[in-house]
């Protein structure tokens, strides 16, 4: 028998894909978040009767996700994060329309037959390993879903009264409150797990170790973590064995702080900062960048390690980025800071369709009118992505290495990641000829620098001075020395797949072959000058 040992150990490892993945191998990913739901149809399904303001079923599935991975693939994305998977409630319509979201937790051991069977979702698990893409699935644990405060509680995993918190409806901002009360209301209300009592934590690890293993998922996203005692965490996403990222709802960064780290998860959703990029760069709005610079000093304070959380401009709570902001540069320019500082992106679908749905219901458009055209926002997310992918791909320690603020002002911030280096205008895309700014870079001078967005390449000037000016118009300018592009599939270089090797990380294919763009570089003393997508852009020689 001996000697087969290793060879089936050896086969195991073959066959078993990405699995358990840690905070380590999320860093290098973009995630891409999915309402299954809304996301598409299947063959002949009628088009025009998804309805969000009614609340109902538009009949996305887990066929449909793997069905139109490669529009997802071809934006760049390496993960996508999945709305939830197990059985919802299955009684009449609510005052709040159906469960169509997945967030009405009625039995989390069985999968929800509204999304597919069982193998539907593990040929989709399948085909994203097959692709090298990671799935994360939001996971409700805080509380199950009832229509009455007195529910009968036999059909939960947590089948008796003794297993919750008594009723008490949530007083926001008041952490015991918000951590042993029901949220919702007494129409569609959630019983509180009690998530102290020793049964219930022995539970739910063995619950989410067997859901890994079963599926084998490669994250969590925690529903509702904030309503939990931080110290619970350890002990469901010890046993789960994979990376955990959870929701904090609010801008406090003490809290959502608290919640990262041995003693809590690995990671949370980057809502402090959401604040900051909204009062950055919405229009109309503070469109004050200083508030950036702020909330990431503060940041780097308390959190253990930004470089996991997660980035994000839109999800099914919050209003559309265009609901709120329709100049299209302002959410150009905060997208490019999602992606090009420290953490993890994350774009909720129809982000890159320019949706502009209100808050809840209206967020949560059908993707499908959309077409899946790939238009200018769209664009952009795959160039952000390719950058970022390549850049995990060769340079992983770009990861880690912290972003700085080189400058902030009344009109843009300029930051520095490893080489590269972002000018961000909260301007919006009207020409504003007072608009500039200044920033000193680490580059040396003459140092050849590409703009990833348009391609035009320019030069550092002396002491590393950069200076960008908007007399045409308010665009993201993303700066790589030009040398260090070879082997990026951008901008004229060519794909080079070859100096993957070292991360297990960056998606290669040839969809990734992407932009090939004008180059320019102007020589000669001076002023050096050209144009962006419509800005004006010059570099002072002094
Ligand atoms: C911009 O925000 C910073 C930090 O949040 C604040 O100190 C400053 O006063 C604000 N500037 C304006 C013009 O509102
Ligand atoms: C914001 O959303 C509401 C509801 O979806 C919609 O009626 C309104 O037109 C939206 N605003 C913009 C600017 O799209």
């Known amino acids: 028998m001996m000697p087969f040992l290793p060879l089936l150990a050896c086969i195991f490892q073959l066959t078993s894909t990405a699995f358990g993945a840690t905070a380590e191998q999320w860093r290098g990913r973009s995630i891409y978040q999915i309402l299954t739901d809304r996301f598409a149809l299947p063959a002949g399904a009628d088009p025009t009767t998804c309805d969000t303001g009614a609340q109902t079923w538009c009949g996305g ?7 139109n991975l490669d529009y997802i693939q071809d934006a760049g994305f390496t993960a996508i994060w999945i709305s939830p998977v197990n059985q919802n409630y299955q009684g009449p319509r609510t005052a709040y329309g159906d469960p169509y979201h997945g967030y009405w937790m009625a039995d989390i051991t069985k999968l929800n037959d509204r999304f597919g069977k069982a193998e539907d979702l593990k040929a989709l698990i399948d085909e994203l390993h097959r692709r ?19 529910p009968d509680y036999s059909s939960y995993l947590f089948n008796d009264a003794a297993f919750y918190h008594n009723y008490c409806p949530v007083k926001y901002g008041n952490p015991d409150s918000e951590r042993n009360c029901w949220m919702g209301d007494t129409r569609v ?5 009690d998530t102290s009592n020793p049964s219930v934590i022995r539970a739910y690890g063995e619950w989410a170790k067997a859901f890994v293993e079963q599926w084998g998922v490669d994250g969590f996203r925690i529903d509702a973590a904030k309503h939990v005692e931080p110290d619970f965490w350890p002990k469901f996403c010890g046993p789960a064995g994979v990376f955990c990222i959870g929701e904090v709802y609010g801008d406090d960064v003490d809290l959502a702080a608290s919640f990262q780290g041995p003693k809590a998860l690995d990671s949370v959703l980057n809502y402090p ?21 702020e909330v990431l000093g503060e940041e780097r304070r308390k959190f253990k390690d930004l470089t996991v959380l997660g980035n994000f401009l839109e999800n099914q709570d919050l209003p559309r980025w265009h609901n709120s902001s329709v100049d299209p540069q302002s959410l150009y320019n905060a997208m490019a800071w999602t992606f090009m500082t420290d953490g993890i992106p994350i774009v909720y679908y129809g982000q890159e369709q320019g949706f ?11 993707l499908w009118p959309s077409k899946y055209e790939k238009g200018a926002s769209y664009r952009l997310i795959q160039q952000l992505n390719q950058l970022r992918n390549f850049l995990v791909r060769t340079t992983p320690e770009w990861l880690v290495d912290p972003v700085k603020v080189l400058s902030v002002n009344e009109f843009a911030i300029v930051i520095q990641k490893g080489y590269v280096v972002s000018v961000l205008t909260t301007i919006g895309s009207p020409p504003n000829g007072k608009a500039t700014i200044n920033a000193k870079t680490s580059f040396k001078p003459s140092t050849a620098m590409t703009d990833i967005i348009t391609c035009h390449q320019w030069v550092i000037g002396a002491s590393g001075l950069i200076q960008v000016e908007y007399s045409k118009g308010g665009v993201p300018i993303i700066l790589v020395p030009s040398p260090d592009l070879a082997g990026s599939g951008m901008c004229g270089e060519s794909l080079n797949v070859q100096r993957g090797g070292r991360v297990k990380g960056g998606l290669v294919s040839e969809s990734e072959s992407g932009v090939r763009g004008m180059r320019e570089k102007r020589g000669g003393r001076g002023r050096w000058m050209g144009w962006g997508l419509g800005a ?6 002094m």
Not at 61 to 67: F, G, K, L, P
Not at 132 to 144: A, H, P, R, S, T
Not at 356 to 366: F, K, L, Q, V, Y
Not at 536 to 541: K, Q, R, S, Y
């Open 61 to 67: 599935t887990w066929n449909t996700i793997r069905e």
């Open 132 to 150: 090298d893409m990671y799935i994360m699935v939001d996971i409700v644990v805080n509380n199950v879903m009832a229509t009455s405060t007195e």
């Open 189 to 193: 209300t959630l019983p509180d797990v």
């Open 273 to 293: 900062m959401y604040g900051a990029l909204q009062k950055a760069f919405m229009i109309p709005g503070s469109q004050n960048a200083s508030a950036l610079e």
């Open 356 to 366: 502009s749905g209100i808050a809840d219901p209206h967020n949560r458009e059908p």
């Open 536 to 541: 004006f852009v010059g570099w002072a020689l």
